[in-house]
């Protein structure tokens, strides 16, 4: 509106227009004279404020400035995504991971601004998303699943809709400890075995390192010897490799009742454990053979030799004496090929000798080479003493602690866990006292499928320690293996110095 008339002083030839911006404070465009009341100023910002002000003039020059005018221009959507859309691996973790980025220029955003981030696991489409104020520079999503894919984008909001998005990012959430295999079916392989077969967790949170297998007496259950109820006073561990998926659990007694878990490992731990739903009894140590040899039976003589024992053929309750006796073997899964076939015996015994310790044995007996009269049983040699690590290393010194690695026997004969010795060097190279350390199959996890490591703490810095390592068998721990090294390393200095 043209000033009053009595504040005129004249007739008005022109008005001049100024447009500044409020944040920041500049002019936005440059002053417009005009003739007339009426202007229309374009090329502004979207969702912008501006201050606007109408100076009148005469022939003699401008009047006063009046009072500015605060006008906002209408909303837009965002010209431009957030920028350095990024997450720190310190921001991740099992469940939830936090998102960062670069604000959105105040020109691009057009509006008041809010930032939307938009996510969803790698193989779902369906996506979810979370809103930050548009002064956030950071959001953190929650409820997501380990060990899983999220792919993220973030784009700007204003009232007039979404800008564009921000290239994708895609990242994975830590691991946790998994959930619990699903054990299939649990089988007695002859006397003193179980065959284990299980599936992989279905919810593994994480990369599955191994398993391990926990066999017990079942409740109620009881052996059938006085040594199977000393054996079977504690649980037998068992471990498997991540590629397993069965275990023949040997070293049990037979004609005995056992329940069987299970559960698989991450970096985080073991995790959920699977129980089988049926208790299983081992079978009994005598067999029979229809119209064959009337019984046979195995026993134990040491982890390297093992007794075949039979009756004679019986027909109609007639006991014949057959001319001679055979007896053949070999391991269990070997080809037929692989088998040794003992010279025939007149005798009711035989003894099977240079066996492999804790290895699974198909023995069949046959009456005067006739097939029909075969008698066939299973058995395991006992375990033995563990043979030597395949390797043993020292890696990654520091100023307090090494790393241990090795690889387990090529023989393990048994059920194994292992043990390590370390001794420090003082001047003269003369050695302090040993320190020996029992390790725990249970707290063992296993590197590449085929090595194991354990860290040595609580060293002191730049001091030279000579290691030596070896397997024992579990149930008789005074079987133990050869020693590996000693391997020499030397601690980085430091603080312990």
């Known amino acids: 509106e043209p000033p009053l008339l009595e504040h005129r002083n004249g007739d008005i030839v022109n008005y001049t227009v100024q447009i500044y911006s409020v944040d920041p404070a500049v002019l936005a465009q440059p002053e417009l004279t005009v003739n007339s009341t009426t202007v229309s100023l374009t090329n502004l910002g979207s969702g912008r404020q501006y201050r606007v002000t109408v100076i009148a003039a005469t022939s003699l020059g ?28 310190t921001d991740v973790h099992k469940d939830n991971l936090t998102v960062r980025w670069d604000p959105i220029s105040l020109e691009s955003q057009n509006g008041r601004l809010n930032y939307v981030v938009y996510y969803r696991a790698k193989n779902d489409f369906a996506e979810k998303s979370v809103t930050a104020p548009g002064d956030a520079s950071s959001i953190t999503i929650n409820g997501l699943k380990p060990f899983t894919d999220y792919i993220i984008t973030v784009a700007g909001e204003t009232s007039r809709g979404v800008g564009p998005r921000s290239e994708e990012k895609t990242i994975r959430t830590d691991q946790d400890v998994p959930g619990a295999p699903t054990i299939t079916r649990v089988d007695s392989i002859g006397t003193t075995a179980l065959g284990v077969s299980w599936t992989s967790p279905a919810d593994p949170r994480g990369k599955i390192l191994g398993y391990r297998i926990v066999v017990n007496v079942a409740s109620g259950g009881q052996g059938r010897s006085r040594r199977a109820a000393a054996v079977n006073s504690s649980s037998m561990v068992v471990l498997a490799d991540e590629d397993d998926t069965f275990k023949t659990i040997g070293g049990l007694e037979s004609d005995t009742e056992y329940s069987v878990e299970m559960d698989a490992e991450t970096s985080k731990g073991w995790g959920e454990r699977a129980k089988h739903a049926s208790i299983v009894r081992t079978q009994m140590i005598v067999f029979g053979a229809p119209e064959g040899l009337e019984a046979t039976k195995v026993t134990e003589i040491s982890s390297t030799e093992l007794r075949v024992s039979w009756n004679n053929v019986t027909a109609d309750n007639v006991t014949t004496t057959p001319r001679f006796y055979i007896v053949s073997y070999g391991q269990e899964g070997s080809p037929t090929s692989d088998f040794k076939t003992l010279p025939p015996v007149r005798g009711l015994t035989q003894v099977l000798t240079d066996l492999t310790p804790y290895t699974y ?68 190279r003369t050695p302090k006292a040993t320190t020996t350390v029992t390790l725990r199959p249970d707290k063992l996890r296993s590197v590449g499928g085929n090595h194991f490591r354990w860290r040595v703490s609580d060293l002191v810095g730049l001091t030279e320690y000579n290691f030596v390592m070896q397997a024992y068998n579990l149930r008789f721990s005074n079987w133990t293996g050869p020693e590996s090294g000693p391997v020499l390393v030397q601690t980085l200095p430091g603080r312990k110095c």
Do not use: C
């Open 62 to 89: 401008k009047g006063p400035k009046p009072a500015e005018t605060f006008v906002r221009t209408a909303d837009g959507t965002p010209s431009l995504p957030p920028s350095s859309v990024h997450v720190n691996q």
């Open 361 to 428: 044995y198909r023995i069949s007996v046959s009456s005067n080479g006739d097939a029909s009269k075969t008698s066939t049983v299973y058995a395991w040699t006992p375990e033995g003493i563990p043979g030597e690590l395949a390797s043993f290393e020292i890696l990654e010194p520091d100023d307090a602690s090494v790393l241990l690695q090795w690889q387990p026997p090529a023989m393990p004969n048994g059920h194994i866990s292992y043990m390590y010795k370390y001794w420090s060097l003082v001047t003269g």
